[in-house]
């Protein structure tokens, strides 16, 4: 009797049809909608696996409703959407998909400082909406990007991509992590600096970091006025790194100058959240890592991950290490 996996999303078929020979495939069929919580709860009765979304959050709810349940597959890097320690206790693996994203966010990320920066959105909707009459000497002017300091917090993978990408544009390189990269400051001529230093002598601050409860706003009204007035604030990371009111004001009384943003604490945003009313605000709807390419390709490690945990066929990117694993 094949064993059973749930998938909450509906994914290429490229990726299903590696599954299809070793297991019983149940997938919600929609694309851009969320499974509901009351059909998770029925499929995960009788899954041995699940690959998820950050879009579901797997609790001891979940957890409870599946007795059988041996992996969950997280088609993400973060998985702050699952009770890990939880699992963990109930010996259920816990899988992710790091590394096949990095350059892709990275990517993105860069391109979000450059519109932010330049104020690329607000210029291209004074475009279409018909106010370019003329040329004048300070019109839509932004912020210069080459020679500027950078500061990374969290300089992991996607850190170190986006710090490649800065030396590029000659920019200085200032970074904060829990714990130094020799390697990689030696190779992009980074500098490794206190919290509180890269805030305060950043042009641009890149939140790259993973969330976890310790770092919940970790960007707060306090570090928001230690940043300088010209200061931009980027965040590809998680929303809840960003006390959103604080940064709101922040942005509104022009104690910092821009912010970009690809993540909210809450997700999809609420359209009449206050960060989205200020022009000096790119907002996004999480696509750090939405390239076709890399998401098939994310699709494709957390299907290998659910098969080769459950068929014990291959390698597996591990979140926790639980007794028989």
């Not at 709101?248 to 359209?271: C, H, M, R, S, T």
């Given at each position: ?108 990320t860069f391109a979000l400082l450059m519109a932010t920066a330049r104020r690329l959105v607000e210029a291209s909707g004074y475009l279409r909406e018909g106010k370019w009459e003329t040329w004048s000497p300070l019109q839509l002017t932004g912020m210069d990007i080459h020679g500027a300091t950078i500061g990374i917090i969290g300089f992991g993978r996607i850190g ?151 068929l014990q066929a291959g390698p597996v990117m591990k979140v926790n290490k639980p007794d028989g694993w």
């Amino acid at each position: 009797m094949k064993k059973k996996i749930y998938i909450t999303r509906k994914l290429p078929s490229v990726v299903i049809e590696k599954l299809a020979n070793d297991f019983d495939i149940y997938m919600w069929q929609e694309e851009e909608q969320a499974v509901p919580r009351d059909v998770l709860l029925e499929q995960v009765k009788t899954a041995d696996g699940v690959l998820t979304m950050l879009t579901e959050t797997i609790d001891t709810e979940v957890l409870d409703a599946a007795p059988n349940l041996k992996v969950i597959s997280n088609m993400a890097v973060g998985y702050n959407n699952i009770e890990v320690d939880e699992a963990t206790k109930r010996g259920i693996l816990v899988a992710n998909t790091p590394g096949v994203l990095t350059e892709t966010t990275a990517d993105l990320t860069f391109a979000l400082l450059m519109a932010t920066a330049r104020r690329l959105v607000e210029a291209s909707g004074y475009l279409r909406e018909g106010k370019w009459e003329t040329w004048s000497p300070l019109q839509l002017t932004g912020m210069d990007i080459h020679g500027a300091t950078i500061g990374i917090i969290g300089f992991g993978r996607i850190g170190q991509a986006v710090a490649r990408r800065a030396k590029g544009f000659n920019m200085d390189i200032l970074y904060y992590n829990r714990s130094r990269k020799i390697e990689a400051e030696e190779e992009m001529g980074a500098t490794y600096a206190d919290f509180e230093t890269v805030l305060k002598k950043s042009d641009f601050v890149c939140l790259l970091l993973p969330y976890s409860p310790e770092v919940h706003h970790l960007i707060s009204k306090n570090e928001l006025s230690l940043m300088k007035k010209t200061a931009v604030l980027i965040n590809t990371a998680r929303g809840g790194i960003v006390d959103e009111e604080a940064l709101y004001q922040a942005l509104k009384n022009k104690e910092i100058w821009a912010a970009g943003l690809d993540v909210f604490e809450k997700e999809p945003v609420d359209l009449d959240h206050p960060l989205l009313t200020l022009p000096n605000v790119v907002t996004l709807p999480h696509i750090g890592s939405a390239s076709i390419a890399t998401r098939i390709n994310m699709a494709q490690l957390a299907a290998d991950n659910l098969r080769n945990a459950l068929l014990q066929a291959g390698p597996v990117m591990k979140v926790n290490k639980p007794d028989g694993w």
